[in-house]
């Protein structure tokens, strides 16, 4: 008897452990200052100005303990700080110049520790998207934006809805494995517009099958 | 005499895969431009049809240069070195000192004179400070080969690990330390950080995901992808003309993910190459294999 009552519940704290597992949640395996002190011993010095990189923001941190899953009270403390970081061009216009947006969507140099501090910058959006129907070069991490801004009309509010997903794409999905272009920094005001007018402008080959 | 016909065996066949490179990326951009717009879906297909073909092409060992490697750490391991003048026979790399076989699919893995878990780069360069006490900023300094510089990691890797094709990842997690990292190294392959807020799993956590035309493996599941991923480490990299080691390609990673460069052979590496070999037990070793 008692033995039978062990092995259930030596069976139900393993099934426990399979379901942690397996769930794909957060498991607390180890305490967050352990991995602190994993990540300071991987980079003991970093250049000038590149510690920030090492450091965690809130919402990197909560969407890592999450794995992109946050719970709804998390989800929306995101929602609200990110939407809150979005900073539209002064003068409301949204769209730039699409042959310039042109060149953000395919350089993917900028920011990393090889290249040069004034090198060629860009968003990388080929990397993860659909865009051009005659670029066959793409990547699949992303959803298909193939004729975007045909397929919505050139609808003005779509057009501004682009441009914050673009300036902070947590600002829409919180945990979205689409980086913050405009509110990280990585890419300018001017730069956004352009890659905007790619997707919306009637003349770009994004709208062009 | 034997090493030597070896050598120039192998420089030949640098010329003809490099020749073959050049045909094969031909190949693909010809398929590229022949297919009609509005079926990028069915030429992407076609072009990892053929990039599979090219794969399967590289992974011939008789045109592999990181054989060369090969041979210079064998060399390097037998040869006394540093201020006590002893070879890396002394060196124990799990298995009892001097012994070679099988003792990369063991690692990385706890060593009770170091008190640390240790990958095999860790394991190398202790047993070069404490056993022969080589210059060490030199080696450190010559971790990653490049347009003539020779690396001995590079060396001693593709040797060590050579040791161990054939055989199939068994790492243990028995000491605490051991579990410790590689719940650190799972921590950290979920964590983003940095300008574009990429983790590891931005890239690896999908079945059948791409960049731009470039294949991604899931590795945060266990199984196959992984597998023939950790399996295929160290490898002759025909993009870079050179033979690189996990080191280097958690260093690449990390590189695209705009993150200050990691520390060589730091804590943190080892504790994302436990994780990953863990993903990846089970599966085959085929060292040095050669790829892309």
Known sequence: MTISHRTFAAAALISAALVSVASGQQTAKVAP?????????????????????????????????TRNSPGKGDFEKILAREVASVAYPADGKVLGDWKAGEAVAQIGTGGQFSDKADGPRGGNCYACHQMAAKELSFGTLGPSLLEYGKIRKYAAADAKAAYAKIYNA?????CSNMPRFGHNKFLTEQQIKDVTAYLFDPESPVNKP | MRIGQRLSLVSQRTLLCKRLT??????????????PKGQAQQAADATEKEIERYRAMLSDPFANPAFLNVDRGEKLWTTPRGTKNVSLQGCDLGEGPGKVDGAYAKLPRYFTDADRVMDLEQRLLWCMETVQAVDMKDVIKRRFSGPGVISDMEDLVAYVANKSSGMKFAASLAHPKEQEMHAVGEAMFYRRSAVMDFSCATCHSDDGKRIRLQGLPNLSKSGKNAQETMGSWPTYRVSQSQMRTMQHRLWDCYRQMRMPAPDYASDGITALTIFLT?????????VPSIKR
Do not use: F, H
């Not at chain 1, 352990?34 to 090492?54: C, D, F, H, L, S």
């Not at chain 2, 863990?278 to 085929?286: M, T, Y």
């Open chain 2, 22 to 35: 050049l045909l094969c990326i031909g190949l693909l951009m010809s398929i590229v431009v022949a297919i």
């Open chain 1, 33 to 65: 200052e352990t991995i602190a002190a994993y990540v300071k011993n991987t980079w003991k010095a970093p250049a000038e100005g590149w510690q920030a990189r090492v450091d965690q923001d809130q919402t990197q941190r909560i969407c890592s303990e």
């Open chain 1, 170 to 174: 947590q600002s829409v999905l919180p």
């Open chain 2, 278 to 286: 863990k993903q990846a037990e089970g599966g085959d070793i085929l």
